[in-house]
């Protein structure tokens, strides 16, 4: 059959363990070349592959889903169990959610509308993507960008390394020329200091009990290692300090810090405990210019963005659906388009034929404006004939009704004529190449 | 006349104040700020104007009265903080700082000036003008001062108290206030040293004495030497909510004495016949 459809075949974080994720994921010029097998493809007019850690999604334009679905099976087995389909509105509709960030892992993210631009540019680069996809894309990025700016779904920290960084940046601005201590090698506290390098901090510092993880921490966020015993005369030196240590007590105390604080001349500190149970002494926080913060403090934020963020993401999917169908609407017009235009280029060409023979007739015994009224007639014979059919095979396509379409097709004999259709330069019927919904 | 392009101003002052409060409710309104400060530049020119005519009006009497000294504060607050904007982004300092200009300047549209009297010819030394408007501006820049540290303490109470609503996501880094009030102490300080000066010079010429025990003087030693002070305390460490406390009290001291020794009869020979015992005069 020539009718194509828009086509999905992905699999996500929702759907794949990691391990699959990462076996699937392409990028670069493996990708490009990826795209080309696709396109290459019986039947591909179009393809588009999302490839993030956290989602590979194959769109395609095509007589049906199985060359997406080859994308994956092909190069992974085991891939064949994760996957998802969808076609049509639904796939469309995919897209704009991916692209509005409302089926990512940490919804309102920012990220994922980059990635999938950048997506669209390789597709597009590699001559995979064209018209519709084109426009396919330009839509999901506006209705992502209408997201963005309509509702607070991208506000507020949504992890608590970026809480971490919020705080700092409140009360550091930023941390050029400052230093960043991690007390303990607490996988949160690693994850922390790599979150804090956004701010520009220039100067990691890494103690540990255990010189020996220290060391390998200290490598891991090119950090520079100091003995466990230099603690005290470390906290003087860095203004940010992430602990997370496995110790059941306090390490840093009220004492600690209130003699720090002489030698820093009051300079703020940041101390962030990461740790459980905790390893500062709450009590600490009780002093001038020293800002203290638990696990629990930086998880109510957290939560607190969720909350905030769920309320706002039924807001989005709002905008998103009705994108969706006015896109999708746009599309079925469209489709309707060429059998429209082939119907009224032939009734027009009767009307004037008829009229020539006509005037050939009659034409020598009247004036100018008689001629004029014959023609006037004839096509106004048309308009109003056509005038019905028109507005209903409109109304038809945009509720999604093709078999009509067809039907009038077949009706005013035009149905063999089809392949006609595309070269002729009829206005808006050009562009789409979703061809006309046709029985066969 | 001038009073009626004071009014102008006045007008222009609270347009500004209402965009800039706005934009602090509704940071996203970025043209907010734009609009605030293109109506505080507006008005600044236009206060400008009814300084200039108030100043043919009345040959300049109207600056030795609180109502003056006032009115030319809050315009050479709205130049400070205009300039500051050149140089540094705190589109929401603004909303600390109009409000205030529109709290002084407000019960001077309504006390008509009348005629004040000049000051006796013997007062008006050169140096006065000088000590005039540098007192003036010193004042006006630990206005400013005094309302980024408010902004500190408010900030600082936020990310303290862990409550991180919406003051926390407008203020700006805690951080970027201090340096901010640091700064404005510093320029304070060193514009108020220029009055003291010239005030000495004034007093010297017109009183014969550089040191009188006039309440004025002690009030204005008391403030140079806190302020003073707060420059001196930065090298020993001392910032943050200490320093955002002192600039509080070092400025409630300056406008309270500025407003109280003015208002009460007598009291300082900055007011009546300026300690010429002149034959014409008493309070204002």
Not at chain 1, 173 to 195: N, V
Not at chain 2, 94 to 104: K, Y
Not at chain 2, 127 to 152: D, E, K, P, R
Request: glycine share 8%; aromatic share 6%; charged share 20%.
């Amino acid at each position: 059959m020539s009718g194509r459809e828009i086509f999905l075949v992905g699999l996500s974080h929702k759907s794949a363990p990691i391990e699959v994720r990462e076996r699937v994921a392409l990028s670069g010029e493996a990708l490009k070349a990826a795209l080309g097998e696709l396109k290459g493809m019986d039947g591909v007019r179009e393809a588009l592959v999302i490839s993030t850690c956290n989602r590979v999604e194959v769109f395609v334009q095509a007589g049906g889903e199985e060359p997406a679905r080859r994308f994956f099976t092909a190069r992974v087995a085991a891939a064949a169990d994760h996957l998802y389909v969808k076609s049509g509105v639904d796939a469309i509709r995919h897209l704009f959610r991916v692209s509005a960030s409302l089926e990512s892992m940490v919804v309102g993210e920012q990220q994922i509308l980059g990635q999938v631009k950048e997506a669209y540019g390789l597709a597009s680069a590699a001559q995979a993507a064209g018209a519709y996809f084109s426009r396919l894309c330009n839509r999901a990025f506006a209705t992502a960008k209408r997201v963005r700016t309509e509702t607070e779904i991208g506000r507020g920290a949504s992890s608590m390394s970026q809480v971490a960084v919020e705080l700092v940046e409140k009360i550091f601005g930023d941390l050029k020329g400052r230093t960043i201590l991690l007390a303990g090698a607490g996988k949160m506290g690693a994850l922390s200091a790599k979150a804090l390098a956004v701010l520009g901090a220039d100067r990691i510092l890494v103690t540990n009990r255990s010189p020996e993880r220290g060391l390998a921490l200290a490598e891991q966020v090119n950090g520079n290692f100091r003995a466990w015993d230099e603690l005290q005369r470390l906290l003087a030196e860095a203004d940010v300090v992430i602990v997370s240590t496995g110790a059941p007590t306090h390490v840093l105390t009220r004492e600690m810090l209130a003699k720090a604080m002489k030698t820093r001349r009051h300079r703020s500190i940041c101390l962030i405990d990461l740790a459980v149970p905790r390893n500062v002494d709450p009590a600490c926080a009780d002093l001038d210019d020293v800002f203290g913060y638990d696990v629990d403090d930086l998880e109510k934020v957290v939560e607190a963005t969720h909350e905030a963020r769920r309320g706002e993401a039924l807001r989005a999917e709002a905008i998103v659906e009705a994108e969706v169908l006015a896109f999708a609407k746009e599309r079925e017009t469209r489709a309707a388009l060429p059998i429209l235009a082939q119907l009224r280029r032939r009734a027009e060409e009767i009307a004037r034929a008829e009229a020539e023979r006509t005037l050939a007739q009659v034409g020598a015994k009247l004036d100018e404006k008689g001629r004029r009224s014959i023609e006037a007639m004839a096509q106004a014979i048309v308009n109003k004939l056509l005038h019905a059919p028109t507005a209903r095979l409109k109304e038809a396509a945009s509720s999604g009704d093709g078999a009509l379409a067809g039907a009038a097709a077949e009706l005013f004999g035009i149905e063999g004529e089809s392949p006609r259709a595309e070269p002729r330069g009829d206005a808006p019927a050009a562009a789409p190449r979703a061809a006309a919904p046709e029985r066969t | 006349m001038s009073i009626v392009i004071l009014r102008v101003a006045a007008a222009l002052y609270a347009g500004a104040t209402a965009a800039y409060i706005v934009y602090f409710a509704r940071p996203r309104h970025a043209r907010l700020a734009t609009a605030g400060a293109a109506l505080l530049t507006a008005a600044f020119v236009v206060h400008a104007i009814a300084i200039g005519l108030g100043c043919s009006e009345f040959g300049g009497a109207e600056f030795f009265s609180l109502r003056g000294g006032l009115v030319l504060m809050v315009w050479l607050a709205a130049g400070a903080y205009l300039l500051l904007l050149r140089f540094y982004h705190l589109p929401t300092l603004g909303a600390f700082i109009t409000p205030f200009i529109l709290v002084v300047l407000v019960p001077a549209l309504f006390g008509s000036p009348g005629h004040p009297e000049l000051p006796p010819d013997a007062v008006r030394h050169p140096s006065l003008t000088l000590h005039i408007v540098s007192a003036v501006l010193g004042v006006a820049l630990f206005g400013i001062a005094f309302g980024a540290a408010i902004m500190y303490l408010l900030q600082e109470r936020e990310v303290k108290g862990k409550r991180f609503g919406a003051l926390f996501s407008r203020l700006p880094s805690l951080d970027a206030l201090d340096r901010m009030v640091q700064r404005l102490v510093r320029a304070g300080f060193v514009v108020y040293t220029v009055a003291l000066v010239a005030g000495t010079i004034t007093a010297t010429a017109v009183w014969k004495s550089a040191w009188s025990w006039d309440p004025q003087q002690i009030v204005s030693m008391v403030v140079w030497i806190l302020y003073g002070a707060l420059v001196q305390l930065r090298h020993s460490g001392w910032h943050g909510r200490r320093y955002a406390l002192l600039t509080l009290v070092g400025f409630v001291l300056v406008l309270g004495s500025m407003v109280s020794l003015r208002v009460v009869p007598g009291v300082t020979r900055h007011t009546g016949d300026y300690g010429t015992n002149a034959p014409a005069g008493g309070a204002q």
